[in-house]
């Protein structure tokens, strides 16, 4: 499903944000830096590996800020993640959404490349397809069983017998089985930090558990895998965890600020936009920035604080206290104060720039082709970094 | 900020939505016909010309079905959509978006190449902009001035003295003062249908009082453009009016659906997915096709029926009643019954496909990079065809 359908531009020589054209998606590569340097140490403290989400990112050069060799450990969310990452020299990849049935072939094409993959699954219809597979006595990937530690998604308990029995399949049929996975995705409910290290702990005895009863019967399943941005950070103890992994800590947002587990100062991605009209009786500046520019992602609608499509900075990236983007078109951004808020609009003439931060960088990460790197505070763009998409 | 970023892979030739790779994007080409039929029966009865907008299919295959001799008139979102459009042959394009001033050498160099491009503004600095630009005597694009209807969004009010200012600047500077360009954007407020005939009278009223009031200054103004597609499919008068646009109707979409513009069956897009887990416990059943598929979009959320992520389909494009995507992570979907309905879960195995209808055709379609071609029942992929993006 990958089509080649837009024209590459190249990027001035003096490229800055006063001049590149808008909306344009922007990188603070000093804060990305911090941020993995704030997880790396908390990790390295607990005395486990971190094993990166790079769905969010989806570039080989954000991915190569988090390893410098350029091999991993890496997480992915989709074949083509894993396919564009491994072209790039990543040669160590975790696949986590359950496999589906009808990409067995092409994950099996990225280990006979020598790719280290290894297959997320929660069913016994998926073990016995893999094992069926298996009997040509090709390449397979390594399995892990996804585990269910919060009632989020998808997995099994860790008391569910099928957690024994889809092992026992794989085995039989002569497939690695890897050990086990969890996600907390529930912590992603949490405000303000509340809750985070009881999560933390819930998903680490949770994976763990599960992996016992596998070696329990006779499975050696090395590797525990667990994380969320949230409960990377907040865990406390992860004794008997091999690996964590998280994705959003990269670049943070505005969700992952309501959560408690960052700054506004730590998001490192916004979204450039030139003003385009003003509509002074409703306290309304236009932008050209829309929903197409920062994606529809509404995260932090239920949050205490409701930051709209996102918080507006100006274009150096200093917030302008309590000014959203309130309402979002395809190609139009409304600029509002916070309804209830004492926050005062600025004067942002016609032809103005402002910097918007997301509430989801996943999500409006998604809707760009390249993100414009800066490194800290100044206009300069240094480079132009590709995203990949598609699955 | 356009990159080339992704692999081409060629379509197979017996290529069927029981094998192409999910998740996908389905265009049902006799329902993409169906719904043009439909809109040029009812603006033909009308007398009024057609400008569709582009934004939702992104797609020259998909605006040729508009124009079979493929030169328009169309209307687009962003200059690159111009751009690429222009590229295919369309030679009459209105960019109906608030013009920023940094991007009117752009602009010009379109209406160089042959393009009858129009530009819209609806402030005196976007003018004064125009006309120094203008100054060097070389190609410049026609304008026309946004007139607010309904308080939405942009443009000055058919009574606003700037009306008369803009136009009087613009022609002082040598450019042309095509005329007045109004949508009813809180026409997507209405619910079944409800006054959308007086919001179509609505906008019809306030752009045709600003032509008026334009011809009366001394402008000639002879472009009266309007439209929405909820006002374009229950205008009954359009006298006046020079040419409607519209552009979802294409494709259709639930949030049309419960606005009342369309049926259920007459939306021609959806989004193939395929079963990876279930958790019958919780009345969930697990798909690959999460908000990376099908947008962030919750259109639907304050309607009466809120259709979650999307209604589900079995693969032939058939609906359960009242299953839905109730969930979504970036790449997983949660299908359920919907909370408080009669519905009865489907039994969908792993490895099952399913089809879903999206809340927001325009934000889902944004999330593919090709639209998969069927032509009405049946199974069978007859082309695959790309999508552009970008800014």
Redesign the interface.
Known sequence: ?????????PMAKDASLD???????VLDLAKVDRNIARLRGHLDGLGVACRPHV?TSKSLDVARRLFPEGTGPITV??L?EA?YFASGGFADITYA???????IA?ARRLVAQGIALSVLI??V??AQ?LAAAASDGAAMPAVLIEIDCD?H??GVLPTDPALVTIADVLRDGGVIVAGVLTHA?ESYNARMGEGLAEAAEGERAAAVAAAERLRSAGHAAPVVSVGSTPTAHFARDLTGVTEVRAGVFTFFDLVMHGIGVCAVDDIAVSVLA?V????PK?GWI?T?AG???M????GTQRHPVDQGYGVVCDVDGQPFADVIVEDA????G?IKVRPGSNGILPQL???ARVRVLPN?A??TC?????YHVVDGPGRAIMA?W??????
Chains 1, 2 share one sequence.
């Open positions: 499903m990958n089509q080649q359908t837009v024209l590459a531009r001049r590149v054209e808008t909306p344009a998606l769905k969310s989709t083509a396919e959404v359950g496999l589906s049935l009808d990409k092409r929660d069913t219809e998926q397809a009632g998604r998808g995705g030139t385009i009209g003003h509509r409703k236009l050209d929903w197409m520019a994606s529809r992602d509404r078109s395809q190609e139009h409304i003439p016609i032809g989801h996943c999500a998604a809707q760009h082709e390249a132009q590709p995203r990949m998409r598609g699955w």
